[in-house]
């Protein structure tokens, strides 16, 4: 059978390696994929954008595609599980309603106030004064969230006014008001985050190992933010009863919300956890795919089929269902464009892979190609260095060795990555 991913990513290189170890899978096709799936085992890159359904659907067709998998946000947004479905083709991820979840903060928010779900309080705009009016009424630090898709960088937690004025300002910079909400703004959350992921059949919840992403560009949480500058698992935070409460009172009352409300929801359910002092759980943010970098070190982890689970979630028979983890914990280190987030340099030839397999880990592309037989920089986060370990710190051990292994250009990347689960 043949497997398609939708991506180009280092979430996508690592669906797609954990997809090839299906012994019935003969063959994963990636669209468009990176110069790290064209080097992985029975994975083949095809030059069809994420967002073109048309050309999705031409391609599975073609190809005989028996499952297609959605990596990134854009192609859920656009309704490409809604135009399989109407094709009469097997696509994994939530319908386009269902995806507003991560394409609409206004829609997430309302939707958490509607059930019940504990989360910051927020107030949403669709002009600039009333949201400078806010700001000033409540003081920073404070949050701020463009409110549609961002990959990941369209939040600015503003601990003065001056920053949060400026962020408001940036967002209405982009275009005049027109009515539309345009930005949500929320109360500053103290405590400690985490990554809870989910597969979802749209009645059933089978949580992933637990995660914890770093945000900020540089060492000790400092920095502009970005897509994402490393992950681990598991996350200690996410203990036995912070487990339960993210269930009880988030992942589930999610799944009756959307179902209720007409969107029943499968596929991967990110829900990113601010956790306070007492371990209770409240929402930041909902993804509606799995996390990047998160999913490389989680998967690293995954012995259960994810072919079988993707399916199962399809067809609604995840209830009877066990995932399986290796116990040993991940750390994942993202290497990054020199100047990332802002102005970056690409082209940049990379060395180093065969050096960092040997030491143990495992390199997953984010924004590679291949060009004179090279592997080159094509993005800002690049490539994202897995190791697995008896310890946090052995698995830390072994990604680091793997960064240290590898050379391009003015790469960076921090050096703290999993530090939180060090210090318990």
């Known amino acids: 059978m043949k497997v398609l991913v939708i991506g180009s990513g280092g979430r996508e290189h690592a669906l797609a390696w954990k997809v090839a170890q299906n012994a019935l899978v003969s063959e994963v096709l990636v669209a468009p994929g990176n110069a790290g799936t064209a080097r992985e085992a029975k994975v083949r890159n095809v030059t069809v954008g994420t967002t073109d359904l048309d050309a999705l659907v031409e391609l599975v067709r073609e190809e005989d595609v028996v499952l297609t998998i959605v990596g990134p946000e854009a192609p859920l947004a656009a309704g490409v599980v809604d135009r399989f479905k109407k094709e009469g083709l097997r696509c994994f991820g939530p319908t386009q309603k269902a995806a507003q979840l991560e394409s609409s903060k206004s829609f997430a928010k309302a939707f958490l106030t509607r059930h019940n779900i504990p989360t910051a309080a927020w107030s949403a705009f669709a002009e600039p004064a009333p949201a400078h009016a806010y700001i000033d009424a409540n003081g920073a630090p404070i949050v701020i969230k463009a409110d549609g898709l961002a990959a990941g960088k369209g939040v600015v937690v503003a601990m003065t006014l001056d920053v949060a004025h400026r962020a408001v300002d940036d967002v209405f910079s982009l275009a005049p008001p027109d009515g539309s909400v345009r930005l949500v703004i929320e109360e500053f959350m103290a405590g400690e985050e985490a990554s809870f992921i989910c597969v979802c059949d749209g ?139 802002d102005k970056y340099p690409s082209g940049d030839v990379i060395t180093g892979f065969d050096t960092a397999t040997a030491l143990g880990a495992k390199v997953f592309h984010a924004s590679t190609a291949l060009k004179d037989g090279n592997v080159i920089t094509a993005g800002g986060r690049v490539l994202c260095v897995v190791g697995l370990g008896d310890s946090v710190a052995a698995a830390q051990a072994v990604a680091y060795a793997g960064v240290s292994a590898i050379h391009f250009n003015k790469a960076h990347w921090r050096r703290d990555i999993a530090y939180r689960a060090l210090n318990r």
């Open 203 to 341: 009645v059933t919840a089978l949580p992933f190992a637990s995660s914890q992403d770093h945000k900020t560009r540089d060492d000790g949480d400092k920095g502009p933010n970005t897509g994402g500058m490393g992950a681990y698992s598991p996350a200690p935070v996410v203990d036995v009863d912070v487990h339960t409460k993210t269930m009880e009172r988030i992942i589930l009352p999610t799944l009756r919300g959307m179902a209720a409300e007409g969107a029943p929801f499968t596929g991967f359910l990110y829900a990113g956890l601010m956790i306070d002092a007492e371990g209770n759980p409240r929402v930041v943010e909902f993804n509606c795919r799995f996390g990047d970098p998160e999913a490389q070190p989680v998967l690293s982890r995954l012995v259960s089929d994810l072919v079988e689970i993707c399916e199962r979630a399809i067809d609604g028979r995840l209830a009877n269902l066990e995932l399986a983890f290796d116990p040993r914990p991940a750390v994942g280190v993202v290497m990054a464009a020199g100047g990332y987030p």
